[in-house]
């Protein structure tokens, strides 16, 4: 039987340290989500720009001219704020796809070389057997 602290050892191969250091299990998935917060809080934080933008520009005008100046202003901050949370989020949309295809690939490998050690293990077998 197996000593506990043999188990979680970082050197043996199985161990999600291990995993990690030679990246064959990635943490990107995880911190996608807070990288992608983080991001909408940059972008949220530029709407806070754009009000306050708009109030700057009412008070600096008069009362009429100001309110005229100041509702294109908040009109347009809030238009770019939205297309910018849009394309935050496509951007790490894409990033996660691209890491699926990454995991993917590695799946579609580990079956193709499971499938040539299985065939090429089978004695008596050829190339030529599988024709006819």
């Not at 691209?98 to 193709?112: F, K, P, V, W, Y």
Request: proline fraction near 5%; glycine fraction near 12%; charge should be positive.
């Amino acid at each position: 039987m197996k000593s506990p602290r043999s188990a979680s050892r970082p050197d043996r191969p199985n161990s999600v340290l291990w995993k990690l250091l030679t990246l064959e299990q990635l943490m990107t998935g995880s911190l996608v989500h807070l990288v992608y917060w983080f991001g909408l809080g940059v972008v949220a934080l530029g709407g806070f720009g754009a009000i306050g933008a708009s109030v700057g520009v009412a008070l600096r005008e008069g009362p009429l001219m100001g309110l005229l100046a100041a509702i294109p202003v908040a009109v347009a901050g809030l238009l770019v704020i939205a297309a910018l949370a849009i394309v935050w989020r496509s951007f790490c949309e894409f990033y996660v796809v691209i890491i699926q295809i990454g995991e993917d690939l590695r799946a579609m490998r580990r079956t193709a070389e499971a499938g040539a050690v299985s065939t090429s293990a089978k004695p008596g077998r050829s190339a030529a057997d599988g024709d006819q």
